[in-house]
Every structure is written in C-alpha cells, then in structure tokens.
C-alpha cells in the first residue's frame, strides 16, 4: 500500500472556526510532512515530524497547530485562519534518514477556503 | 544549499511530439534529483529519480531523464506527448546537508494541443 490519505476532500471555514486536517500512511514511513500549496505554484514546507516529533517548523502562524498521535497519523489543527490562508494542503510521508534520496508520497490534499 | 531552477514556467506541444522539460540544480553535495506530476486538484506524483548509478533513469507513463553532472542538469523528457500528460511538473533536489528534505522547483505547465 503505497497511499496517503487525506481528510476531508474540501474544508471550508470562517475565520473564527476551529477545523482539524488529517492525513494517514501505513507504509511505515517515519517522516510526515505538511505543505501549502497556492495555484501554480510549488509546494511549501510547513512542519515536518521524524519518528513522531516535530522536526521542523517553518515560521508558521501560530494559528497552524500540527499534531501526529502515531507513527501513521498526522493532523493539523486550524484555528483563527485568514482569508490568504485559503489554498491546497498537502500531506506527504517518506522514509527518514540522512542522504535525502528517499521520495516522498503525497496524499490528494485538502482544498481549504476561508470566507 | 541546494536549489532548482525550472526554464520556461510553460511548455506547449502538439500531441505526438517530444516533450522537453528542463531542470538545472545547483548543490553542494552529488544531489538526489526527482520528477514530480500533479494533475489538477491532485497531490503530487512520483515520476521518477536519481540516486545513484545510471544517468539515464526511466520512469512511470514513458517518461525518462538524463543526470548530467558536468551541466548541472537534470531534464525530463518523453518522445510522445499524450493529452493526458497534461499537468504540472516539478523538479526536486535533496541532500545538500545530509537533509532529506527536498527543495522543490517553481514547476512547468506542460500544455498539450491535440
């Protein structure tokens, strides 16, 4: 099973809601990561978890909570978002490990719109 | 560091003819080079990559690439372009720093004219 799942398909919240992201893999992958993603444009880090610790963090908005329960489970948690934060989330998992030549797999992503 | 640089942010060809996408990197380590597709409202799929070993790496759908280390190049091509090749592409590096995280180029719109 080479899948990463994502829920829900569609996300759309007020500014004032609170709505959680989720993503799952059972490849046995021990990275997950999180990206933003705006039409044409590439995917942008947000948080990477290694062996269920948050590795990195890339200056996200406090309003961006990510959590990962397990080694198979990654949620992000949203809250107080602003309009300019509508756009795809992407979760991806790979093998960790240093050299960098693992691929990673990427879920169908979440179409976040916030009114 | 590493970094990739994508030319042309579209390429538009008639079905039937070559596809040429091109992707330079720069690292400061031999690199791990990939190819990503990502359909419309789709996350982003695996074409092929380069670790190590052969140059010329052949992927999913017909697609190949060719590492050039004397040129910093790492470019995707297919001989036949179909209508369903119609996506997204985009080029990653990693492993400048021991880091598994891959840099990701600003990607190509392939456009494919029947």
């Known amino acids: 099973d080479t899948e990463v799942t994502q829920t829900p398909k569609h996300l759309v919240m007020g500014m004032t809601n609170k709505k959680s992201l989720k993503c799952e893999q059972h490849?046995?992958?021990?990275?997950m990561y999180w990206y933003k993603q705006k039409a044409k444009k590439p995917p942008e880090l947000m948080f990477v978890y290694s062996y269920e610790k948050l590795s990195i963090n890339e200056s996200v908005p406090s309003r961006f909570s990510p959590e990962c329960p397990n080694s198979s489970l990654l949620n992000l948690h949203l809250h107080a978002l602003q309009p300019e934060d509508s756009a795809l989330y992407l979760c991806a998992s790979s093998q960790e490990g240093t050299g960098g030549f693992y691929e990673q797999y990427f879920g169908p992503g979440t179409r976040l719109t916030v009114t | 560091a590493q970094s990739v640089t994508q030319l042309g942010s579209h390429v538009s060809v008639s079905e039937g003819a070559l596809v040429l996408l091109r992707c330079n990197y720069s690292s400061s380590v031999p690199p791990y080079l990939f190819w990503y597709v990502q359909y419309p409202n789709q996350g982003l799929q695996l074409l092929l990559k380069?670790?190590?070993?052969?140059?010329l790496v052949k992927g999913i759908n017909g697609f190949e690439a060719e590492f050039k280390k004397s040129e910093t190049s790492f470019h995707l091509t297919k001989p036949s372009a179909h209508m369903s090749d119609a996506a997204e592409y985009f080029c990653a590096v990693s492993g400048s720093g021991g880091s598994y995280i891959p840099t990701f180029g600003r990607g190509t719109s392939l456009i494919v004219h029947p």
């Open positions: 380069y670790t190590t070993g052969a140059t």
């Open positions: 490849m046995g992958h021990r990275a």
